[in-house]
């Protein structure tokens, strides 16, 4: 199968349809045409459309948006509605406190509040205007390199049409070679291809180890006269219950426009617990008396489930190598306290974007000119930003007080807090062992109904999630027995309750108490929390066939 593929060569290749890579996508077609070069661009999207993985809260702060378009409200950017303030809100079971002081990392006033998936269609309308190939559809495989092993020429796309067994079928399309002089990889959080580079040319070598959360999300269509539109702030976040002081993470909601609302809840993948459920904690979540005050009466329009790289500054890779940078969430631009991505995630793209463009000048595309892209950004107010968050998920991921005392010396040091460079675990590395006589955190009680509060497979329907069924299984089990054996006895089978897609199910037999891990990549929602959290590293995920997965429109 690795004979006769086709190759096709461009300038440049933007691995990923978010909004790292089609800003830099518009920004170097920008940069080309005001200095008189030509270039042949490219960008390739696992998803069927641009669009259809791309999930997030979302407020955008537009800094990065009005540097690369200053007339965007005047070019259609669909935003839903702008900030007109926020809350923070402390829950306990069955009450809630107004918090009176905002930190001012998380003020949003002035900002909009967008759907993700619109926003990137909107991006690549405008990417395409200016002459950048898109091709949705295409799942970048393999990073392919020179003979030297060190310069990246290039990736290809996944072989399309092999059965359950790995051989072809009648259909059968093998992957194409797209080849550039510059690839630009900005798969988002838990990139394969970046965790291949990584392996091949270490460039996560002396950084902390990334982090990450997970969010679910879905948007929920409200009834007329609900709290929330006369609500003083649009914006509200809360902490506290169901995940309690020692579990990092909370709950958001944030107005849309016609009567919707995005609601959501993150969870930091360094807790301890290893019978936590998310999908359990976020019904919670929904279910509290404050969540019901505004979402009562609603119904769940569209559901989605995404990590995000929490771990910030101090685990940014060597963001180039010989042919290659790395942008967005997966290169760590995330600003953690802050809880937005998007605007550094652009501006990490346009900065690539100079960067590439003086390299062209040059005609050099080794790192000792790529390397001008880290030096850009240590010169910008992405630096800044996310420097001011350096030690914030080492701290969030402590438990008890202590907690509480690094983020207030954080806060008032501009991030340094009483120790800089925080040490931190990685979050596969987290978990308990469980007591024998343990048994699962209490069960939601209230049933289902498909309407407000929708069962994991009914939210799967939702995300419009779709994959051939029988296509080789993305999701990679590398020794089954230790799933049943060694990791059922020390972990309750963890995999089973952090999927918030029920891709993972324990089977017992009743008579015989053999245990089997019954794995279904069908309801897969791409999240890539089992890779990250997965306490024996046995599993690992991997892209299924281009065009497969959720099919967001309005998260």
């Avoid at 042949?40 to 993985?53: P, R």
Wanted: hydrophobic fraction near 35%; include cysteine.
């Amino acid at each position: 199968m690795g004979r006769g593929r086709e190759k096709i060569e461009f300038d440049v290749l933007f691995v990923g349809g978010g909004p790292a890579n089609l800003a830099g996508a518009i920004h170097l077609m920008q940069l080309a045409t005001s200095k008189g070069i030509h270039l042949e661009v490219a960008m390739i999207e696992k998803g069927a459309e641009i669009g259809c993985h791309a999930l997030s809260g979302a407020v955008l702060n537009p800094i990065a948006l009005a540097e690369l378009m200053p007339d965007y409200r005047e070019k259609g950017c669909p935003i839903e509605v702008d900030v007109r303030g926020e809350e923070l809100r402390f829950l306990t079971e069955t009450s809630q406190y107004r918090v009176p002081f905002v930190p001012r990392y998380m003020k949003n006033r002035g900002f909009h509040i967008i759907s993700l998936s619109r926003f990137v269609r909107w991006l690549a309308e405008i990417a395409e205007g200016l002459g950048v190939n898109i091709f949705p559809g295409f799942a970048g495989k393999e990073v392919r390199y020179a003979s030297d092993r060190k310069t990246v020429i290039g990736i290809r796309t996944g072989d399309k049409g092999l059965g359950k067994d790995g051989r072809p079928r009648a259909n059968f399309e093998p992957g194409i070679d797209i080849l550039a002089k510059v690839t630009v990889l900005g798969e988002g959080a838990g990139g394969s291809l970046l965790r291949e580079v990584s392996g091949a040319l270490n460039i996560f070598s002396g950084k902390m180890p990334q982090t990450f959360e997970t969010g679910i999300k879905e948007v929920i269509e409200l009834p007329e006269g609900n709290y929330f539109l006369s609500s003083r702030g649009n914006v509200i976040h809360t902490f506290g219950y169901p995940l309690g002081l020692n579990t990092h993470g909370g709950g958001f909601i944030y107005q849309m426009k016609d009567n919707r609302v995005s609601v959501g809840f993150v969870v930091g993948l360094s807790y301890r617990d290893p019978m936590l459920d998310l999908y359990e904690e976020f019904m919670r979540f929904k279910r509290h008396p404050f969540a019901q005050r505004i979402i009562s009466g609603g119904r769940v329009l569209e559901h989605g489930a995404r990590t995000l790289t929490s771990s910030g500054y101090y685990s940014i890779p060597k963001l180039s190598v010989d042919g290659a940078v790395f942008v967005g969430t997966g290169a760590s631009m995330l600003n953690a306290p802050a809880l937005k991505g998007i605007h550094t995630s652009m501006k990490s793209g346009m900065l690539a974007a100079e960067t590439m463009i003086e390299a062209f000048q040059k005609g050099d595309f080794t790192q000792d000119t790529l390397n001008c892209y880290q030096e850009l950004i240590e010169s910008t107010w992405l630096k800044e930003e996310l420097y001011r968050g350096r030690n914030f998920a080492q701290t969030v991921s402590k438990e008890g007080l202590i907690k509480f005392f690094h983020l207030g010396a954080q806060y008032l040091t501009g991030g340094r807090g009483i120790i800089d460079k925080m040490p931190i675990a990685k979050d596969s590395d987290t978990l308990k062992s469980l007591r024998p006589e343990a048994s699962p955190r209490k069960k939601v009680k209230a049933v289902y109904d498909d309407v407000l509060f929708v069962d994991k497979l009914t939210g799967v329907y939702l995300s419009k999630t779709q994959h051939r069924e029988d296509q080789p299984s993305h999701l990679i089990i590398h020794d089954p027995k230790l799933c049943v054996e060694q990791c059922f006895r020390t972990y309750r089978c963890p995999c089973t309750r952090f999927c918030p897609g029920n891709v993972y199910e324990l089977e017992i037999d009743e008579n015989t108490d053999e245990k089997r891990l019954k794995v279904n990549p069908a309801n897969c929602l791409h999240c890539k929390t089992c890779e990250i959290k997965d306490p024996y590293g046995n599993i690992t995920w991997t892209c299924p066939e281009g065009g497969d997965g959720p099919k967001y429109t309005i998260v």
